[in-house]
């Protein structure tokens, strides 16, 4: 993006500090990061730390007039720490997109597109292959908030720690709408009442289907505009969003941080579901 100007990074690290500068050869350095939000008070802030703190940090960039926040993923440790980075930036009206992942290509905007105009019908219930709270594909297409989940068959959690929800789990949501979670299923598929909207996933093509012959076939349609391509973009798409949001064109990032904190609860639900032998756990958490 030619017309964003790079005028500071912050590193502890003095080495990478080096690297930087000898790679951009522009922009002040830190070591400090409280240091740099304060003294340079950029527009917009990359939170490119590791997951410890990422949550201050975003909260201070806000507290330091950032008008707009992107970091990577994963965006939080705690559902605690995913609400607060969410408030703050609501609050002050600035748009958080958390991860460079699938989600950020516009195609995703030209496939929720097609859902809104009535290209399949009514939507009827929706698929993927994991609730993936970190790299998750469905949340773009919500309209309802997750009501309750039911989870099992989750793998158990490693020598580190927990792990992602890894089985087979069933959401409903407040209006309604169904989302299945299924191992070795697609990244997304949107199924309605006049045809589907597929991803596969791993950057394959959007595919279209649509019912003829009053609903007795089923035939692909071209995908109509940009399509997903190879995997390398996804950082920039990001940026593409926030800055989207700051000229008005866009409500929120498509992987903003209030669908990521969305999907992190539900994974933490189904995780808990399948833990009490597929028990049904009722939604937002307490």
């Known amino acids: 993006r030619p017309e964003i100007e790079l005028v500071a990074a912050a590193d502890r690290d003095r080495k990478r500090l080096q690297a930087f500068e000898e790679r951009y050869g522009e922009g002040a350095t830190y070591t400090d990061a409280e240091q740099m939000l304060r003294q340079e008070r950029p527009d917009i802030v990359a939170i490119a730390t590791n997951t410890k703190h990422r949550a201050d940090l975003t909260c201070l960039a806000v507290e330091c007039g950032a008008k707009g ?60 292959a994991g609730p993936f709270a970190q790299h998750q594909n469905w949340a773009y297409f919500l309209d309802g908030q997750p009501a309750w989940v039911i989870g099992s068959g989750d793998e158990p959690a490693r020598e580190s720690g927990s792990a992602e929800f890894r089985g087979d789990g069933l959401m409903v949501t407040d209006d309604g ?33 649509k019912d003829v012959d009053s609903g007795h076939h089923r035939i692909e349609w071209p995908w109509p505009g940009v399509q997903l391509s190879q995997a390398g973009g996804a950082a920039i798409d990001g940026l593409n969003d926030v800055m989207e949001c700051l000229a008005g064109n866009l409500d929120e990032p498509k992987n903003s941080g209030r669908r990521v904190a969305m999907a992190l609860e539900v994974e933490v639900a189904l995780k808990q579901s399948a833990a009490r032998g597929g028990q049904r756990v009722a939604l937002p958490l307490v």
């Open 69 to 128: 926040i992107f970091t990577e993923k994963p965006m939080v440790h705690t559902l605690e720490e995913a609400d607060r980075m969410v408030k703050t930036c609501a609050d002050a009206g600035v748009p958080l997109s958390c991860g460079a992942i699938t989600t950020t290509h516009p195609s995703f905007a030209r496939a929720r597109a097609l859902l809104d105009s009535g290209a399949i019908g009514e939507l009827v219930s929706m698929e993927a």
């Open 177 to 209: 709408l169904s989302v299945h979670f299924r191992k070795g299923g697609p990244a997304v598929r949107l199924t309605g009442t006049a045809g589907e909207i597929l991803h596969a996933g791993n950057y394959t093509p959007w595919t279209l289907q």
